[in-house]
């Protein structure tokens, strides 16, 4: 996790030197919770390019390793998730974001995910049609569509990350930071700079001073190049 109250502070710091503008309280929770979905969606975005590369580059297989170890900070594992006829309604599972990996509990094997288009192809045929050996899931409405059917599931996924806020309480018309009413970030420790410079890019383009939206913006890049040197 990342402390907020140390984002926060070096935030402000940034932002109020040469008198750059004042970020309040609200304005931050609000850059906060945008800045830490944005780098969640760019995990995702990274695995996919880096995914397609030679995986045999060393120097690509250590970036995948770091995204995963980030992600894991955000991972949920499920385990003997019961199924109900041939469907797992796992829209009650509020803090889903993105779905990873759906496991016959009784037998190891992967389900795996194929779309409609993709279903009514393999069970038109004998030799298509999904078996114990070698099922597969329709992400539907009413929840995982299972064929065949299959008693229990594990399933893993990555969590929507919950909304951050630097809670404070007011002493003589002042701020002050309580840790009592705060939320920290949910992302590795590694992103406490990333999540300052996204900060004040946001913070930027709100206060229209494009000095500190070039700023941050480039100290952001200048952050991603080094992290995948």
Known sequence: MVNIDTVYQ???AFANKEQRGYITPQE???????AQLEILNQYFYDLDQFGRLNGNNTEYSDMLNLIQEKLSELEVRLVGETVAGNIYN????RDIYRLGSVINSENGVEIEEVNNSEWYEMRSSKLTQPRVNRPVYVNRIDGLNIYPEIPRIDISYIKRPRNVSWGYVVINDTALYDPSISVAFELHEMEEIE?????????????????????????EILQVQQEKK
Not at 28 to 34: E, G, I, P
Not at 90 to 93: A, E, M, P, Q
Request: aromatic share 10%; no cysteine.
């Open 10 to 12: 070096k935030v402000l």
């Open 28 to 34: 931050f929770n609000l850059y906060a919770n945008q």
């Open 90 to 93: 796992h829209r009650d599972i």
């Open 195 to 219: 999540l300052v410079y996204k900060i004040l890019k946001f913070a930027g383009l709100s206060m229209k001073r494009e000095d500190l939206m070039r700023g941050s913006q480039g100290l």
